[in-house]
């Protein structure tokens, strides 16, 4: 339901310094071949064809000056690594493996195309070489510059406001205070935000006064292209922000999931704004992000959503929920049968330490009695 509402945003150009953790909007191909020259694999000597025993050195290649002229049968020039391979050469013997004495080189018989590296042999001029949808990595960075690239066209980085409701919530660093709390949600939403690619443009605390919740909610889709607040969700006599998010004219999708942790979450859309309710208790406020409002961040710089699911064998015994799936937290080992999920501990929505360590959210389906271990279950890879 959340992709369905999903529109990709407008792509711009980037410079490919800036590119890393971008998603191109648009196919790269090479306008040229790439080496795009024959050049040599080693330091040492280039010779033409035939050439055996000791040859006079008749000039030099080096990286970014070519040796001018062709080299004829019977001679040999001195060649460093990526250096322009001359026409007539037909080989290239390493340094270690040769002789010189008088001006002369003794490289043995080389075998015919040693240590020469072909034009177009990493990329064919025309070819495509990363496709739409990419998620730009350092090598995917370095092809870019590989084929001349300055720029390539990538989706903008969605805007996203976190706000995270509560009376009881105080900024880390202040001083403790009776049935007060350190604030963590906005700083744990925020770097789930950063770590899919999004831009945190707003982040504050509201506190639990229906005012305040539609002031502080009109402001943040005002800016943005994603809402996250988290807190005021369910249906207590404090909890505001559904019916601030109905004031302001967002559009219901859902609210409440058959999900543990997580339940009380809510989605909607103003506009092509998408915004979402997400539990106050710590880990279900992260657990639901990155199940729901992740993939959503996703889809708007046209990655796919679904890139960070597969699957993995239970190391133990879980306990199914009657009427909820689970997400529990696990750490991931690898074993002959693929990789095994072990649960990190405690998994209460309140014990944030939970996720410390936590390679994945794996899935437990609702249910009675128990998944036991060697069950192989879904997983969502925690980035």
């Known amino acids: 339901m959340v992709l369905a509402a999903i529109s990709p945003l407008e792509a711009g150009e980037v410079p490919v310094g800036e590119a890393l953790g971008r998603v191109?909007?648009?196919?790269?191909?090479?306008?040229?071949?790439?080496?795009?020259?024959?050049?040599?694999?080693?330091?040492?000597?280039?010779?033409?064809?035939?050439?055996?025993g000791a040859l006079p050195v008749v000039g030099e290649s080096r990286a970014g000056h070519p040796f001018a002229g062709a080299l004829e049968a019977g001679e040999a020039i001195r060649i460093s690594t990526g250096a322009v391979v001359p026409e007539g050469a037909a080989a290239v013997v390493p340094v270690e493996r040769t002789e010189t004495a008088g001006g002369r080189v003794d490289v043995g018989t080389p075998e015919e195309g040693a240590n020469i590296r072909r034009a177009g042999e990493d990329v064919r001029a025309g070819s495509t070489v990363l496709t739409q949808g990419t998620e730009l990595g350092p090598a995917e960075v370095g092809v870019l510059a590989s084929v001349g690239r300055a720029s390539a066209a990538c989706a903008r980085r969605p805007r996203v406001a976190v706000l995270a409701t509560g009376d009881e919530l105080a900024p880390p660093g202040a001083p403790p205070e009776p049935g007060r709390i350190w604030s963590s949600n906005p700083l744990t939403v925020g770097a789930q935000v950063a770590r899919a690619g999004?831009?945190?443009?707003?982040?504050?605390?509201?506190?639990?006064?229906?005012?305040?919740?539609?002031?502080?909610?009109?402001?943040?889709?005002?800016?943005?292209?994603?809402?996250?607040v988290s807190g005021g969700v369910s249906v207590g006599e404090h909890d505001h922000?559904?019916?601030?998010?109905?004031?302001?004219?967002?559009?219901?999708?859902?609210?409440?999931?058959?999900?543990?942790p997580g339940q009380p979450t809510w989605f909607g859309m103003a506009g092509p704004v998408a915004a979402f309710g997400l539990p106050g208790n710590p880990v279900s406020a992260m657990v639901t992000f990155h199940l729901f409002a992740?993939?959503?961040?996703?889809?708007?710089?046209?990655?796919?959503?679904?890139?960070?699911?597969?699957?993995?064998?239970?190391?133990?015994?879980?306990?199914?929920?009657?009427?909820?799936?689970?997400?529990?937290?696990?750490?991931?080992?690898?074993?002959?049968?693929?990789?095994?999920?072990?649960?990190?501990?405690?998994?209460?929505?309140?014990?944030?330490?939970?996720?410390?360590?936590?390679?994945?959210?794996?899935?437990?389906?609702?249910?009675?009695?128990?998944?036991?271990?060697?069950?192989?279950?879904?997983?969502?890879?925690?980035?």
């Not at 959503?296 to 133990?316: F, N, S």
């Open 241 to 260: 922000v559904k019916g601030a998010f109905a004031a302001l004219g967002v559009e219901e999708r859902f609210w409440r999931v058959a999900m543990r």
């Open 24 to 52: 191109l909007a648009e196919d790269v191909s090479s306008e040229v071949d790439v080496p795009p020259f024959d050049s040599s694999a080693m330091d040492g000597f280039a010779v033409g064809p035939g050439a055996a």
């Open 294 to 383: 992740r993939p959503a961040l996703r889809a708007l710089q046209g990655a796919d959503p679904a890139a960070t699911r597969t699957t993995a064998v239970l190391a133990e015994a879980v306990a199914r929920h009657p009427r909820r799936e689970q997400a529990v937290r696990v750490r991931l080992e690898h074993a002959d049968d693929g990789r095994r999920a072990t649960p990190t501990g405690p998994q209460g929505s309140h014990i944030l330490t939970s996720m410390i360590g936590a390679d994945a959210l794996a899935l437990i389906p609702s249910g009675e009695g128990e998944l036991a271990s060697g069950e192989r279950v879904e997983i969502e890879l925690l980035p």
């Open 198 to 228: 999004g831009e945190v443009v707003l982040s504050e605390t509201v506190p639990d006064s229906a005012e305040a919740t539609r002031v502080a909610l009109s402001r943040a889709l005002t800016g943005a292209d994603v809402v996250c």
